[in-house]
């Protein structure tokens, strides 16, 4: 019984560890998508496997904003992650292992593009998928400038 709360109380340090270091720092989306790889969101809800397109994201609280706007709310069983100028969705959050969880619905998994698109899409579908990607956080540097 001990082992178990000290497990537990270990695993909330984790989790709460990792939303104080996801908190002000921005990073790039990165899609894992098991068809088409890996690949970063980009303005309109596209993917970019060039990194300096990239949209810059940040979690603010539990919502997150990239490149400055936030993400739509969830809608049926797939969502395209367009930017929207209203504040945007609820239920974000960064793992302990960087990944990017979206508690909108029960395991949303994010996924590239329906017949050759390069939309990016938070999806519950079990039928445009038939393997699902997962999103990882991909922390940018801060570089000190040389003055």
């Known amino acids: ?12 340090a984790l989790s709460v560890n990792a939303a104080a270091i996801a908190a002000g720092k921005t990073f790039k989306f990165q899609v894992d998508d098991p068809v088409k ?3 970063f969101l980009a303005e309109g809800g596209k993917s970019t496997t060039d990194e300096a397109k990239a949209l810059v ?10 490149g400055g706007k936030g993400l739509p709310a ?3 069983d797939m969502t395209k992650l367009s930017t929207v100028a209203s504040g945007g969705s ?17 395991d949303v ?6 017949s050759g698109a390069t939309d990016v899409y938070a999806e519950v579908c079990p039928h445009h998928w038939t393997q699902h990607g997962t999103a990882k956080a991909v922390y940018v ?3 000190a400038h040389d003055h």
Do not use: Q
């Open 1 to 12: 019984m001990l082992f178990k709360v000290f497990l537990s109380v270990a695993s909330l």
């Open 37 to 39: 790889g890996k690949v």
């Open 57 to 66: 994201c940040e979690l603010a609280a539990d919502v997150l904003k990239c």
């Open 74 to 76: 969830f809608s049926g």
């Open 90 to 106: 609820a239920g974000w959050s960064i793992d302990a292992k960087d990944n990017i969880v979206w508690k909108a619905k029960p």
């Open 109 to 114: 998994k994010f996924s590239v593009g329906i």
């Open 141 to 143: 540097e801060e570089h």
